[in-house]
């Protein structure tokens, strides 16, 4: 009697051993899965932060290639920043005018810079600014100045031979500020 007593704990010893064996092997999948799944988390938050502090130099690029609006107080000013004399181009300043002012969307979303554009009225289609130079060499070099920069949005060019001075018309001519 005592045998078979025996036996049978032994059996449900062994059957314990082999639930809780199982059991085991269960949590130890799903241990697995937890640290695949906070690896993958940790793995997003690195690839997070490089790719934040890779936009850095950009983020300091921004401020150094757009003039913050708060700093300009009249249209004389957004007529300095946008140094048409160093470009070697003319305008006639007082026939210029500020003919809209628009926040810059990208996908939807703004991006904290304002589209301030002007034209020139006078003589002009309100629609373009009008700029001269005392040649079409330095007409040209003066317009690929403008176009080169970051901070100045031109949609079209059209230029005006039928003049002894050549001129050309910047069409929807934008000066993009920063807000921040």
Same mark, same amino acid.
């Given at each position: 009697?005592?045998?078979?007593?025996?036996?049978?704990?032994?059996?449900?010893?062994?059957?314990?051993?082999?639930?809780?064996?199982?059991?085991?092997?269960?949590?130890?999948? !799903?241990?697995?899965? &937890? *640290?695949?799944?906070?690896?993958? %988390?940790?793995?997003?938050?690195?690839?997070?932060?490089? #790719?934040?502090?890779?936009?850095?130099?950009?983020?300091?690029?921004?401020?150094?290639?757009?003039?913050?609006?708060?700093?300009?107080?009249?249209?004389?000013?957004?007529?300095?920043?946008?140094?048409?004399?160093?470009?070697?181009?003319?305008?006639?300043?007082?026939?210029?005018?500020?003919?809209?002012?628009?926040?810059?969307?990208?996908?939807?979303?703004? !991006?904290?810079?304002? &589209? *301030?554009?002007?034209?020139?009225? %006078?003589?002009?289609?309100?629609?373009?600014?009008?700029? #001269?130079?005392?040649?079409?060499?330095?007409?040209?070099?003066?317009?690929?100045?403008?176009?080169?920069?970051?901070?100045?949005?031109?949609?079209?060019?059209?230029?005006?031979?039928?003049?002894?001075?050549?001129?050309?018309?910047?069409?929807?001519?934008?000066?993009?500020?920063?807000?921040?």
């Amino acid at each position: 009697m005592n045998n078979v007593i025996q036996q049978r704990i032994k059996l449900a010893g062994i059957a314990v051993f082999l639930v809780l064996a199982h059991q085991a092997n269960g949590a130890w999948a !799903i241990f697995k899965e &937890k *640290v695949q799944a906070q690896h993958n %988390v940790t793995e997003g938050v690195y690839r997070w932060t490089d #790719s934040y502090n890779a936009l850095q130099k950009s983020i300091e690029q921004w401020g150094v290639s757009y003039t913050k609006e708060s700093t300009l107080q009249d249209l004389r000013g957004l007529l300095e920043m946008a140094d048409f004399e160093s470009a070697r181009l003319n305008i006639k300043t007082d026939d210029v005018a500020v003919v809209s002012v628009d926040g810059v969307r990208h996908n939807e979303m703004p !991006i904290g810079l304002t &589209k *301030v554009c002007l034209a020139t009225m %006078v003589g002009g289609d309100g629609k373009s600014i009008k700029v #001269s130079a005392p040649d079409y060499r330095t007409l040209f070099t003066g317009i690929k100045t403008m176009t080169d920069r970051a901070d100045i949005d031109i949609s079209s060019i059209v230029i005006q031979g039928d003049k002894g001075t050549p001129t050309a018309s910047l069409g929807n001519f934008c000066i993009l500020l920063s807000r921040g």
